[in-house]
């Protein structure tokens, strides 16, 4: 049942590929093609990652310091999480002519778009360092925010470009893996690089070595991109790539056809609620923390970098799982109630006071809810295949941004007004609900019926 299933999704695929004259003569016939995959994928793969986790890793990058930021600037703690939630707010007006570029101009013009605009940000917050210039220090922040249009929809087109049917899923989990890495990054560093505790003018000084290191790192990754990261293989990795490369795209008839979906749309809630919990909590972790152990500094940085690191391994094992089994669905879902179980665990030790016991948890709750990240991409490129995967994934960011900037801000509000724990509560029962919304997705493999059909 399962493969004459497959047999019909790809027939209407072929339907649509013969009408517009591609290389298959009869949406009935099969045509055995050898494919090639090129070891310069990986090359174009690894920079990819360090040019993401460059972009990513100063999304918190003020906000995991919030104190500090607050103490040497004098702005308030609201004005500091701004500087998070403006990579939410700039991405949902910019994902749509960001989709419509790399679609029209492939992954390398984009790349260099986007590796110049993180570079120039960074750059600019270097001019920052004077108590009075935190404004230059936002724009600064706003530029790097409008460059991930760039990169966050980039992995999964990376992926069916450059690599093989069976390392796809893989290639675009480590193609994740960089903006997660970037991520731990910026949890990690700054509070290490920036002293707290310390005078006006060590803070100062810290803060100008840590801009300095980060526009340095922006400068020799753009350096790279231009030299060696190329837009496409001397022909496509396999029968979907190759499919996808012969479809003329449409951009606003694939928004259309996305946006009538089911099972897109259904998937777009439930990615964004799980990324939306994410977000929120890696935004406000400073303060969670602080509150429950005062003077954690460090340990609200380590521990945001426990939950990404774990997340890592949990985005390339989830990969692993789905390159062997494609299992999309029941990966998909199996990963997403484990973040609610991650979530409630992490809940309720969050007060314990024995922060060693916060560590384990994160560590829980981070395999599994940032582990969902690449689940939830490939699983939006098999139920829309053969659409653009950068349109696919750019609305899917869009609507994480949308919600990540809602929840944000109401997880600030319920902190104040409930607590840790009730307000870690709602984030758990929003995360159930979640995973009620992925069970009601249907299990549609397009992209896996196109690669048996012309296999």
């Known amino acids: 049942m399962a493969e004459q299933k497959n047999m019909e999704v790809c027939g209407s695929v072929m339907d649509g590929v013969a009408e517009k004259g591609s290389v298959l003569e009869s949406p009935t016939k099969k045509v055995p093609t050898e494919y090639t995959v090129y070891p310069i994928r990986w090359v174009v793969l690894i920079i990819f990652v360090f040019y993401s986790a460059s972009n990513s890793m100063q999304w918190i990058q003020y906000s995991i310091i919030q104190d500090a930021v607050v103490k040497y ?47 120039a940000g960074a750059w600019l917050k270097v001019f920052s360092v ?44 480590v193609g994740v893996f960089g903006n997660q890495l970037g991520v731990a990054i910026g949890f990690f560093l700054p509070p290490i690089l920036v002293r707290a505790q310390g005078t ?71 990615y964004g609620l799980n990324v939306g919990v994410f977000y929120a909590i890696s935004t406000l972790l400073n303060q969670i923390i602080l509150n429950n152990y005062p003077g954690a500094n460090a340990d609200a940085g380590r521990i945001g970098l426990v939950i990404v690191v774990a997340g890592m391994v949990g985005s390339v094992v989830s990969g692993m799982v789905l390159d062997k089994t494609h299992r999309f669905k029941e990966t998909t879902l199996a990963v997403y109630a484990a973040s609610v179980i991650g979530m409630v665990i992490f809940t309720f030790t969050l007060d314990c006071g024995i922060i060693g016991v916060v560590y384990l948890s994160s560590i829980i709750l981070g395999f599994f809810m940032t582990g969902y990240l690449p689940v939830g991409f490939e699983f939006a490129s098999e139920v829309t295949f053969p659409e653009p995967e950068g349109t696919t994934s750019g609305i899917l960011n869009a609507c994480v941004q949308i919600f ?44 896996q019926a196109a690669s048996e059909y012309k296999g």
Not at 220 to 239: G, N
Not at 404 to 418: D, H
Request: charged share 10%.
């Open 404 to 447: 990540g900037m809602t929840l944000t801000l109401s997880y600030e509000q319920m902190l104040a007004k409930l607590g840790d724990r009730w307000s870690n509560v709602i984030l758990c029962a929003i995360l159930a609900v979640g995973t009620v919304i992925t069970a009601l997705i249907k299990s549609d493999l397009r992209r």
């Open 130 to 173: 004077p108590q009075d210039m935190f404004w230059l220090g936002f724009l600064g922040q706003t530029v790097v925010a409008i460059s991930q249009v760039f990169i966050l929809n980039v992995p999964p087109r990376l992926a069916a470009v450059w690599f093989g049917a069976d390392q796809v899923s893989s290639a675009c989990s």
């Open 73 to 119: 600037y004098d702005v308030t703690s609201n004005t500091v999480y701004w500087t998070s939630l403006i990579f939410m707010i700039t991405y949902v007006p910019l994902i749509f002519p960001g989709s419509f570029l790399l679609d029209k101009v492939g992954l390398r013009i984009t790349t260099i778009i986007g590796a110049f605009g993180t570079c």
């Open 200 to 270: 006006v003018e060590e803070i100062g000084a810290d803060f100008q070595l840590m801009f300095y290191l980060v526009a340095g790192f922006t400068s020799v990754l753009f350096v790279l991109i231009l030299l060696f990261f190329k837009k496409a293989p001397p022909s496509p990795p396999s029968a979907a790539a190759d499919l996808g490369s012969s479809l003329d795209s449409n951009f606003l008839q694939s928004i259309k056809k996305l946006l009538t979906n089911r099972n897109y749309v259904l998937l777009l809630i439930s």
